[in-house]
């Protein structure tokens, strides 16, 4: 079984692997650098399942960032009917592209 571990980050749960692509909430790293996740909650190396309470201890996931891009455009559109009152506003999430290096085991 490959080595998998859930982190959080951006408020998030993820479940990674290593090799994993994933996009997450923007982080402020510079494109091609490092980062290390310490809030590791769930890892699982060679069957061996390790629990945090609420955390792993000692436990950390290295990954390196890829890019960082925005998500596509979602539409709020706001109506009341025989109003005359209509109103359209559109958002677009920031977020990063980590590929997982590392998952590395608590003590």
Not at 21 to 28: A, G, K, N, P, S
Not at 49 to 72: F, L, Y
Not at 92 to 106: C, D, F, L, N, P
């Amino acid at each position: 079984m490959a080595n998998v571990a859930v982190i959080r980050t951006g408020g998030k749960q993820h479940k990674v692997s290593e090799g994993e692509i994933l996009e997450v909430e923007r982080l402020t790293t510079a494109a091609g650098s490092s980062v290390e996740f310490s809030d590791v909650l769930l890892v699982v190396q060679d069957s061996k399942v390790q629990i945090g309470k609420p955390t792993v201890a000692g436990a950390k996931v290295v990954a390196e960032v890829v890019t960082h891009d925005r998500a596509p455009k979602v539409i709020a559109f706001k109506y009341r009917r025989r109003e005359g009152y209509h109103r359209t506003v559109g958002h677009r999430q920031s977020r990063t592209r980590i590929k997982i290096q590392k998952i590395q085991a608590g003590k």
